[in-house]
């Protein structure tokens, strides 16, 4: 049994660290709980939500990508915005995140983190047997947990269907890829890139206008911040002033190594304060030029 690191960041509310690859989050209610994200697939998720509570839960996901869906199979049904349906079938493993692409994905964290995990690399993932049903997550959809609503809100940009949560009890935002410190907008959604860059930004200032609900900020993964701390406000701010940068040309780009390159490939990245902007395919700097 793999054992997975978990921290109470706020009353009720629990982060589980899966081992650097990304953080699956617990909110728990009087009668119910809500898990975000199921990781990339490496230990016992369902366990490890069992220490945590002993309620029925509800498992909801932000985006499609693999390192956060790569867990779902170990679920019935989970909850997605229909946006990223295209992303992967339902009850088929057709479109199910490869093996291949999730050892990979966990090499390369493996690689930059340099720590010792408690698993087996060669066994820690599994290919999928079968896909859970999906259910459609909608823009302001409240799951009400008892004692506690946590409001699911469309964030689109990182993937077309990307959704943030808002738990009203202790007024925590879990933005999941929406903003890391290095946001990755798919240059490909819109019909150019700077459209893309544009969609973005509308996305994340939907969610910034609404900041009268929330007072602290978790992402979905904790290369920029430590386990268990706050992601500082400054880093969204940062994201959004940055693509306005981008779109009116002011913007500062830098070269830098690729976090998720293996050879050591270099990627070009919008720099505002500590906040980067950068695209999952494609170079921001040629792409978004008047
Ligand atoms: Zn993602």
Redesign the pocket.
């Known amino acids: 049994m793999i054992k997975m690191p978990f921290y109470e960041i706020q009353d009720g509310i629990f982060e589980i660290d899966e081992f650097d690859c990304d953080n699956i989050f617990v909110i728990t209610g009087d009668e119910r709980a809500l898990v975000i994200d199921t990781g990339t697939g490496i230990g016992d998720l369902r366990d490890t939500i069992r220490r945590i509570t002993d309620k029925p839960y509800e498992v909801a996901l932000t ?1 499609a ?1 693999p ?2 869906i790569g867990g779902a199979d170990r679920f019935e049904a989970v909850w997605l915005h229909p946006d990223d349906w295209f992303m992967l079938d339902e009850k088929t493993c057709e479109k199910a995140p490869t093996l291949a692409y999730r050892n990979n994905y966990m090499e390369i964290i493996r690689a930059r983190e340099k720590k010792f995990y408690d698993y087996d690399p060669e066994s820690a993932l599994h290919e999928w047997e079968a896909a859970p049903k999906l259910l459609p997550l909608a823009d302001r959809q409240e799951f009400n947990l008892g004692g506690r609503t946590v409001t699911a809100v469309h964030c689109p940009g ?2 077309p269907g990307e959704m943030v949560f808002i738990d009203d009890k202790t007024k925590t935002l879990l933005i999941g ?1 929406a903003c890391n410190c290095n946001l ?1 907008v798919n240059a490909g959604w819109k019909e150019t890139p700077r459209d893309s860059v544009r969609a973005t930004l509308e996305g994340l200032l939907a969610v910034t206008k609404l900041h009268a609900l929330y007072e602290h900020i978790y992402n ?1 993964h904790h290369d920029y911040r430590s386990f268990g701390c706050e992601l500082p406000g400054f880093v969204v701010n940062d994201a959004v002033q940055c693509m306005r940068e981008i779109l009116d040309g002011t913007a500062e780009y830098q070269e830098i190594p690729n976090p998720l390159s293996k050879e050591g490939a270099k990627k070009t990245i919008a720099l505002k304060g500590k906040s980067m902007v950068s695209f999952m395919e494609g170079d921001i700097q040629k792409e978004c030029r008047r």
């Open positions: 985006h990508h390192d956060h990182h993937t890829d990755l979905s």
